[in-house]
T-cell receptor, first 115, second 111 residues
Framework: DSGVTQTPKHLITATGQRVTLRCSPR?????VYWYQQSLDQGLQFLIQ???????AKGNILERFSAQQFPDLHSELNLSSLELGDSALYFC??????????????FGDGTRLSIL | QQQVKQSPQSLIVQKGGISIINCAYE??????FPWYQQFPGKGPALLIA?????SEKKEGRFTISFNKSAKQFSLHIMDSQPGDSATYFC??????????FGTGTRLAVRP
């Protein structure tokens, strides 16, 4: 158990809808990272928050947004969903603000299916 | 574009054999090279990591070999076991930068 909790585990919705994915980091971790994992793209970094502030941005679509709350949990919001957004979405947490200082601990992901 | 190229895509090894997965990178600013292991239905978990100041790092049956001049690094799993069957991802990052992952290698260890 990595200590990172993601909810829900599965989400099925339709095109054009909006969903919110939730992540609770490990106790004490200040950084939260979001990744998208699809069969043809592998693990793609979306965005990082550190102690409530956006720290780094990757290949995140404008339809997607995220935030980290004062209690350090994070939410990833996906709107105007398209079939291509179907993927596994992972959250990872770390005690550091840099990816190179220490390990990232991943949750078990949210599987998003767009019908 | 920062890329990490991983091969092979899939690998079948007999129990007790050596599994070898290779990765190559382009960005010379990368200075952190972790390997992650992922079981079905689970998130990736850090297995072992190396920095470019050493050419090899060993933890139990897992060894990373690093060739800075060739910009390549590899994971060796000695005495491979069926429980090692999983997907392995290499990754790389430069100071203060995000992790860039390889596309993964699906390892199957036959009994």
């Amino acid at each position: 158990d990595s200590g990172v909790t993601q909810t829900p585990k599965h989400l099925i919705t339709a095109t054009g809808q909006r969903v919110t994915l939730r992540c609770s980091p490990r106790s004490g971790d200040l950084s939260v990272y979001w990744y998208q994992q699809s069969l043809d793209q592998g693990l793609q970094f979306l965005i990082q928050y550190y102690n409530g502030e956006e720290r780094a941005k990757g290949n995140i679509l404008e339809r997607f947004s995220a935030q980290q709350f004062p209690d350090l949990h994070s939410e990833l919001n996906l709107s105007s969903l398209e079939l291509g957004d179907s993927a596994l979405y992972f959250c990872a947490s770390s005690a550091w603000d840099s990816a190179t200082v220490g390990p990232q601990h991943f949750g078990d992901g949210t599987r998003l299916s767009i019908l | 574009q920062q890329q990490v190229k991983q091969s092979p895509q899939s690998l079948i090894v007999q129990k007790g054999g050596i599994s070898i997965i290779n990765c190559a990178y382009e960005n010379t600013a990368f200075d952190y090279f972790p390997w992650y292991q992922q079981f079905p239905g689970k998130g990736p978990a850090l297995l072992i990591a190396i920095r470019p100041d050493v050419s090899e790092k060993k933890e139990g049956r897992f060894t990373i070999s690093f060739n800075k001049s060739a910009k390549q690094f590899s994971l060796h799993i000695m005495d491979s076991q069926p429980g090692d069957s999983a997907t392995y991802f290499c990754a790389a990052a430069g100071s203060g930068d995000k992790l860039t992952f390889g596309t993964g290698t699906r390892l199957a260890v036959r009994p």
